[in-house]
């Protein structure tokens, strides 16, 4: 099956670290996604991680990607308020361009 | 980065009516061009692949009568909405790839702001 999982909330108080998991079912994706959507907007690609590495970070974000387990987090250091968000993670199927997005994880930073 | 722009991103009609929303790729040429539709506070849903000079490939559930979707050039692709009913009401979402000729390794998709539609 394609189906990706998200815990749907997470709140974490600005200056902490926040963690948002995933967990997907196809073990054949190549390139696995975290994108965040603002109130009405479309989504802003964040990172990507590619299947054969098991972390990347970038500035605030880090990305760990367990594929035997297929759980990917994202990691942001030093939330701030502009965190605020829905972050959705996503994983490509190989050979095509479809991604299959997770349910989606609101994230309130609390002042 | 590559912009990708849709028109309009707040539409209202009435029921019975038709809507045509558009993805344009400002800055690349997009051989493909994705349409999502997505619920109040849920995941989004893929309901089309639409490819350049060729049909609109529909995912399985969406009805292609009731979902136009054209892709007359490598810039711009067309969402028509027809006899639009209040069930339709939903915020659309395109994105597109760039070309294969200096197109991202990643497949990266990019997105466009969004088309909200409420129909009444």
């Known amino acids: 099956g394609e189906d990706v999982e998200q815990s749907l909330f997470l709140s974490v108080r600005e200056g902490d670290s926040s963690v948002i998991n995933c967990t997907y079912t196809d073990s054949s994706s190549t390139y696995l996604y975290w994108y965040k959507q603002e109130p009405g907007a479309g989504l802003q690609l964040l990172t990507y991680i590619f299947s054969n590495m098991d972390m990347k970070q970038d500035q605030r974000l880090t990305v760990l990607l367990n594929k035997k387990d297929k759980h990917l987090s994202l990691r942001i250091a030093d939330t701030q308020t502009g965190d605020s968000a829905i972050y959705f993670c996503a994983e490509k199927s190989p050979g095509t361009y479809k991604y299959i997005f997770g349910t989606g994880t609101r994230l309130k930073v609390l002042a | 980065g590559a912009v990708v722009s849709q028109h309009p991103s707040w539409v209202i009609c009435k029921s019975g009516t038709s809507v045509k929303i558009e993805c344009r790729s400002l800055d690349f040429q997009a051989t493909t061009m994705f349409w999502y539709r997505q619920f109040p506070k849920q995941s989004l849903m893929l309901m089309a692949t639409?490819?350049?000079?060729?049909?609109?490939?529909?995912e399985q559930g969406v009805e292609k009568d009731k979902f136009l979707i054209n892709h007359a050039s490598l810039t711009l692709s067309t969402l028509t909405v027809t006899s639009a009913h209040p069930e339709d009401s939903s915020f659309y979402i395109c994105?597109?790839?760039?070309?294969?000729?200096?197109?991202?390794?990643?497949?990266?998709?990019?997105f466009g702001e969004g088309s909200r539609l409420t129909v009444l």
């Open positions: 639409s490819n350049e000079g060729s049909k609109a490939t529909y």
């Open positions: 994105s597109a790839r760039e070309g294969l000729a200096g197109g991202p390794v990643t497949g990266e998709l990019f």
